[in-house]
């Protein structure tokens, strides 16, 4: 992030690291720089989420409630993405996510993501292929988690069908 509190910028990481140095700037003023304070929640599970979040600085832990208790479904850090699912398609969060420590979040909704697209194709390209790359990305992993746990409950055969 720039050392320019009044003009932040989104620094090289994570989901926008490929983009060049102006389509970043750029994108930075599509969104709006959030304070995180530790503890805190970013997203609580059930209510409405419609906004992508970019972890710029901190940690954060993605959790869910399964019989009255809090179950780890991941852990968030620089360069990670969260809401990616809801931003495309709004929903009630499927988790909450708090924050471990003080965390530097940047936000952007479904509206300003439009804008971009529309003020800067190429950018915005770019933008959109991480984000389906990371989506993929956790799509995969929960594929090979679903099916471990049927080897796992099934002694190996097949339950589902």
Wanted: charged residues 20%; proline residues 4%.
């Amino acid at each position: 992030m720039s050392s320019d509190l009044n003009h932040p910028e989104l620094p090289a990481i994570g989901f926008v690291a490929a983009l060049t140095d102006d389509d970043r700037q750029i994108l930075s003023g599509y969104g709006e720089f959030l304070p995180v304070h530790d503890s805190s929640n970013l997203i609580e599970e059930g209510q409405a989420q419609d906004c992508l979040y970019f972890v710029i600085s901190g940690r954060l832990h993605a959790t869910t409630e399964v019989d009255g208790r809090r179950v780890l479904l991941g852990r968030l850090g620089r360069g990670d993405l969260v809401g990616e699912v809801n931003v495309f398609d709004p929903n009630k969060a499927s988790a909450t996510v708090t924050a471990m420590e003080f965390a530097q979040i940047w936000r952007i909704d479904r509206p300003m993501i439009e804008s971009f697209m529309q003020d800067n194709p190429t950018g915005a390209a770019q933008l959109l292929v991480h984000i389906a790359t990371q989506l993929s990305k956790r799509l995969r992993e929960t594929n090979e988690k679903v099916a471990f746990v049927r080897k796992t409950l099934t002694g190996g055969g097949t339950v589902f069908s």
